[in-house]
């Protein structure tokens, strides 16, 4: 039999009606009903209800907190994490975020950018009796979290811009993109933050990259350093420690 140039299409039906499911909310960035989903792909909305019912059952997909719209679940972020690439991320950077945090008694968390959001792929809760710590899969819009504007920060331009326009999309009140690129440029000229907590009173967030030898930020490590009045923290020393520890994880994945 001869074969032509022509690329050879396959179809499989179910398939791709699993993945429209899934590529439609990720893109909406909000939950859906399954009438919604049905009619923003042009299909009934009994075969939908049967896809929904499997990829609820895989676990690729969750309901709300009201249970009436359905949404991405991390499962599909947990699979890219098992790759070669991100499981060298988490395997060289945890050590070295484990012994910092131990070193400055405060919360510390492994952050990385995924589709417009920060991911929160590690933490270490410092060993003191009180902390600050947000759970592993914890996720916020770029530009609504410190830790986003450093990722941000640190990328080339046309990366930069995928990621401001990816996070926008999520937020209710987006930031005037003008102004978010003038933070930006701030923010890698400084070359770290450290600033309160957008939400939790008491709470400083000081933030650095971990930079690779093209000046991008393959992740951050965020502390979240919690003011007592007896001993109040001293942010400049702790910032100055996060900038060593990120030197040796970004050292450590370039060797």
């Known amino acids: 039999m001869e074969m032509n140039d022509e690329k050879l299409t396959y179809s499989a039906p179910a398939l791709e009606k699993g993945l429209d499911i899934l590529e439609l909310l990720a893109n909406a960035g909000h939950p ?86 920060t991911v929160i792929i590690a933490a270490a809760s410092g060993g003191a009796d009180m902390n600050f710590s947000l759970k592993l899969g914890y996720r916020r819009p770029l530009a609504d979290a410190h ?15 995928r990621m401001i326009a990816e996070c926008l999309t999520l937020m209710r009140e987006p930031p ?25 009173v008491g709470v400083t967030d000081i933030v650095c990259p971990i930079v690779t030898k093209d000046g991008r930020a393959v992740a951050c490590v965020t502390v979240a350093a919690v003011s007592r009045r007896s001993t109040p923290p001293n942010f400049e020393a702790i910032l100055a420690r996060l900038k060593l520890a990120c030197d040796e994880i970004a050292t450590e994945l370039a060797g």
């Open 32 to 117: 859906m009903g399954t009438r919604q989903i049905a009619e923003e792909l042009g299909r009934s909305k009994n075969e939908i209800f049967r896809m929904v019912h499997v990829l609820l059952g895989r676990g690729y997909i969750q309901r709300d907190e009201s249970g009436d719209g359905l949404m991405l679940s991390n499962k599909l972020f947990g699979l890219g994490m098992q790759t070669a690439r991100a499981r060298d991320l988490v395997s060289t950077a945890a050590p070295i975020v484990e012994r910092f945090a131990e070193q400055v008694h405060q919360a510390a968390h492994l952050v990385v950018a995924h589709r417009g959001e």
């Open 147 to 161: 830790s986003g504007l450093v990722l941000m920060a640190f990328q080339p331009q046309t990366v930069r811009d």
């Open 176 to 200: 005037d993109p003008t102004t978010l690129g003038a933070e930006l440029d701030e923010v890698r000229r400084q070359g770290a933050i450290i600033h309160e907590s957008r939400d939790i």
